[in-house]
């Protein structure tokens, strides 16, 4: 799956409404194999990512857990620990 789409769930502070339209936008681009669509494809591109957000809003609102909430910023911190190990 696409690399750039990351967890949004259970994170302080919370998912904002730019991360989950984010995460949508790169799973459309990903499932129609498009980066930007032809002007005869952008109103349904459009039409399927605002669905996406829409349903990504509620999945995350109806989520529970009881772990305590993961800190993005040292979550961020974590990845570019990784990638550096990884990649030099």
Known sequence: ??????????FDPPANDEDVRAAAIQFVRKISGFTKPSKANEAAFE???EAITAA????LASLETNA????????IA???IRSAQRFG
């Open 68 to 75: 305590p909430p993961k800190n993005r910023a040292e979550e």
């Open 1 to 10: 799956m696409c690399r750039n789409i990351k967890p949004l769930f259970n």
């Open 78 to 80: 974590k990845a570019k």
């Open 47 to 49: 039409v399927a990512i």
């Open 56 to 59: 990504a809003t509620e999945l």
